[in-house]
């Protein structure tokens, strides 16, 4: 067999890493380009969200044009070549890669002085029944999650001015176990900052915008539900880098402006009203 018949032998795509997608959803596509010296690997980001693509390859007498594993971060809408393959020394050569991906971005900061609003209308005041780094949940990529009691049908507003990255509200139960983690509706906006803040347990067809919207701070974006791994009706939000459903994910603690003044720290059992 010659060398250019074992250009690219035995590629293997695995996509894992979205959160709470229905069966065949996909918003990155990796395509292999083929070329005479080599392969570009192309990524295709379809979302209105920046995706993080962590890159695995293996084979034998190949060189590539970053170091492996490779780490990218895929603007929304667009299409990006990631990693260049080529033969070394014009030997028989063959690869395969793998992949994860996530929703954000990996390299996003929060920025440390800016306050958000609490993500309920102005005037109405909500327990938080788990906090940062809460006993039940709240560990690892959800440590710096709030949780709020709140009833279904309440709306939920944005703590802060950005694009709606991701929408789902097609799911319509939800429990305290685990066949109900991938069944939560929620709402992903995308921050000037390249942050996401996540809204989850949204109701059934409860979400009053779009993917590619733009919303401002406090616009009413939908309503509170009871959907996914919930034991009761409440609002789970959170600031991120990149979300997953694994704890991978990367969540950062943030400021909000309340009626009680600005917090640092919003504590368990407490009741905070919105400004």
């Given at each position: 067999?010659?060398?250019?018949?074992?250009?690219?032998?035995?590629?293997?795509?695995?996509?894992?890493?979205?959160?709470?997608?229905?069966?065949?959803?996909?918003?990155?596509?990796?395509?292999?380009?083929?070329?005479?010296?080599?392969?570009?690997?192309?990524?295709?980001?379809?979302?209105?969200?920046?995706?993080?693509?962590?890159?695995?390859?293996?084979?034998?007498?190949?060189?590539?044009?970053?170091?492996?594993?490779?780490?990218?971060?895929?603007?929304?809408?667009?299409?990006?070549?990631?990693?260049?393959?080529?033969?070394?020394?014009?030997?028989?050569?063959?690869?395969?890669?793998?992949?994860?991906s996530y929703w954000g971005n990996i390299n996003a900061r929060p920025d440390p002085i800016l306050t958000y609003d609490l993500p309920y209308p102005s005037g109405s005041g909500f327990k938080v029944i788990q906090s940062y780094n809460g006993s039940s949940t709240h560990k690892l990529g959800d440590t710096?999650?709030?949780?709020?009691?709140?009833?279904?049908?309440?709306?939920?507003?944005?703590?802060?001015?950005?694009?709606?990255?991701?929408?789902?509200?097609?799911?319509?139960?939800?429990?305290?176990?685990?066949?109900?983690?991938?069944?939560?509706?929620?709402?992903?906006?995308?921050?000037?900052?390249?942050?996401?803040?996540?809204?989850?347990?949204?109701?059934?067809?409860?979400?009053?915008?779009?993917?590619?919207?733009?919303?401002?701070?406090?616009?009413?974006?939908?309503?509170?539900?009871?959907?996914?791994?919930?034991?009761?009706?409440?609002?789970?939000?959170?600031?991120?880098?990149?979300?997953?459903?694994?704890?991978?994910?990367?969540?950062?603690?943030?400021?909000?402006?309340?009626?009680?003044?600005?917090?640092?720290?919003?504590?368990?059992?407490?009741?905070?009203?919105?400004?």
């Amino acid at each position: 067999m010659k060398n250019k018949d074992l250009l690219g032998l035995g590629v293997i795509l695995i996509v894992i890493g979205f959160i709470h997608l229905t069966p065949g959803q996909k918003w990155l596509d990796l395509v292999q380009q083929k070329g005479r010296n080599g392969d570009t690997i192309i990524a295709r980001n379809r979302s209105w969200s920046d995706l993080t693509v962590f890159l695995e390859v293996t084979g034998s007498n190949f060189n590539t044009s970053h170091p492996i594993p490779l780490k990218a971060v895929i603007a929304p809408h667009t299409e990006t070549p990631i990693l260049r393959i080529s033969p070394r020394d014009n030997q028989a050569w063959s690869y395969r890669y793998t992949y994860k991906s996530y929703w954000g971005n990996i390299n996003a900061r929060p920025d440390p002085i800016l306050t958000y609003d609490l993500p309920y209308p102005s005037g109405s005041g909500f327990k938080v029944i788990q906090s940062y780094n809460g006993s039940s949940t709240h560990k690892l990529g959800d440590t710096y999650c709030i949780d709020f009691v709140m009833p279904e049908g309440t709306p939920v507003c944005a703590a802060r001015e950005g694009t709606v990255a991701m929408v789902e509200d097609s799911f319509n139960s939800g429990g305290y176990h685990e066949r109900f983690r991938d069944m939560a509706n929620f709402i992903h906006i995308r921050h000037a900052d390249r942050t996401t803040a996540i809204y989850v347990h949204l109701k059934w067809r409860g979400a009053t915008v779009q993917p590619g919207q733009w919303v401002a701070r406090g616009q009413v974006i939908g309503y509170s539900g009871n959907t996914g791994y919930s034991g009761s009706p409440h609002l789970h939000f959170g600031v991120f880098t990149i979300v997953s459903p694994f704890f991978e994910g990367k969540s950062f603690p943030v400021k909000f402006r309340t009626g009680q003044g600005t917090q640092s720290l919003l504590r368990e059992g407490d009741t905070y009203t919105a400004l």
